[in-house]
């Protein structure tokens, strides 16, 4: 793992978090990649914004029955996982606001570990600028 | 130039993984390089050996194998994804104490690290997925 490249990653979730396994599988890429001290970026588009909602229900009683992996996300700052990007217009179509996000922080080290968040909200032209400037985008 | 391909879609299900052979196929034969195809989500069901397709239609392992043969190409298939679908080898199987194992030669099973390996050591790496 001591590769001296350092590449700049980004993975992108298009996809609801339960509907099918993209999302689960991908949050088990970001975890271990981020053992190999790259460059790593997150954007959620389209359906993928719900990934990111709080208060997920998902018991047999109240949900698809699946087994609830939304906290998994709030360790990613624990990761050094912290660039996370919301497409705007993609909450907008689904009625939601930053406000119904899970509050996704991390502790900047240049910045006598104050805590942050790792979540910014961009429209699609700052979307666009973020996929440029990458080395390795992958999509679920 | 040297590619990664990342293989998302199951076989027969969706164009993806006949893409993502397609390429790979196309890119060798124009003398570029595969460092390593990674198979993930369903995508890891294209490793099973035991599909039988009708004899009429392309059979999409035995051709990857035949293409791994040819060019020495590295196949890994993601052991979570594999392990959670029903998808061992033979080391797996009397580990996991099941009484059968389905990889396909020329394919092997790995960790998910080998996608991040492929991302960092390849040029490009080409995503075949929905």
Same mark, same amino acid.
């Given at each position: 793992?001591?590769?001296?490249?350092?590449?700049?990653?980004?993975?992108?979730?298009r996809?609801?978090?339960?509907?099918?396994?993209?999302? +689960?599988?991908? +949050?088990?890429?970001?975890?271990?990649?981020?053992?190999?001290?790259q460059?790593?970026?997150?954007?959620?588009?389209?359906?993928?914004?719900?990934? +990111?909602?709080?208060?997920?229900?998902?018991?047999?009683?109240?949900?698809?029955?699946?087994?609830?992996?939304?906290?998994t996300?709030?360790?990613?700052g624990?990761? $050094?996982?912290?660039?996370?990007?919301?497409?705007?217009?993609?909450?907008?179509?689904?009625?939601?606001?930053? $406000?119904?996000?899970?509050e996704?922080?991390?502790?900047?080290?240049?910045? $006598?570990?104050?805590?942050k968040?790792?979540?910014?909200?961009?429209?699609?032209?700052?979307?666009?600028? +973020?996929?440029?400037?990458?080395?390795?985008?992958?999509?679920? | 130039?040297?590619?990664?391909i @990342?293989?998302?879609?199951?076989?027969?299900?969706?164009?993806?993984?006949?893409?993502?052979?397609?390429?790979? &196929?196309?890119? @060798?034969e &124009?003398?570029?390089?595969?460092?390593?195809?990674?198979?993930?989500?369903?995508?890891?069901?294209?490793?099973?050996? @035991?599909?039988? !397709? !009708?004899?009429?239609?392309?059979?999409?392992?035995?051709?990857?194998?035949?293409?791994? &043969?040819?060019?020495?190409?590295?196949?890994?298939?993601?052991?979570?994804?594999?392990?959670r679908?029903?998808?061992?080898?033979?080391?797996? %199987? &009397?580990?996991?104490?099941?009484?059968?194992?389905?990889? %396909?030669?020329?394919?092997?099973?790995?960790? @998910?690290?080998?996608?991040?390996? %492929?991302?960092?050591?390849?040029?490009?790496?080409?995503?075949?997925?929905?």
């Open positions: 793992m001591e590769d001296e490249v350092i590449k700049k990653f980004l993975y992108v979730n996809k609801a978090p339960y509907g099918t396994i993209y999302a +689960l599988e991908s +949050l088990e890429v970001v975890l271990i990649g981020a053992a190999f001290d460059d790593v970026t997150l954007a959620f588009i389209d359906d993928g914004v719900y990934q +990111l909602k709080k208060d997920q229900k998902t018991s047999v009683d109240s949900g698809a029955g699946m087994k609830n992996f939304s906290k996300y709030l360790a990613l624990d990761y $050094d996982v912290n660039k996370i990007y919301v497409d705007k217009a993609s909450l907008d179509e689904r009625g939601l606001t930053a $406000d119904d996000l899970m996704l922080v991390y502790e900047d080290e240049d910045d $006598d570990y104050k805590e968040s790792s979540i910014s909200i961009v429209n699609q032209d700052e979307l666009a600028e +973020l996929m440029e400037q990458q080395d390795v985008v992958l999509s679920f | 130039m040297k590619f990664g @990342l293989v998302n879609e199951g076989p027969y299900q969706h164009q993806s993984s006949d893409s993502a052979y397609q390429f790979t &196929k196309a890119a @060798l &124009k003398g570029h390089e595969i460092f390593r195809v990674f198979f993930y989500h369903d995508g890891v069901n294209n490793a099973s050996r @035991l599909m039988v !397709p !009708p004899q009429d239609d392309r059979n999409i392992v035995n051709r990857w194998t035949e293409l791994g &043969k040819k060019y020495n190409l590295d196949l890994v298939v993601c052991i979570a994804a594999a392990q679908r029903g998808m061992l080898d033979e080391n797996e %199987a &009397k580990r996991q104490g099941k009484d059968a194992n389905n990889i %396909a030669e020329g394919f092997h099973i790995s960790g @998910l690290g080998q996608l991040i390996e %492929a991302g960092i050591k390849s040029e490009r790496l080409v995503v075949f997925g929905d």
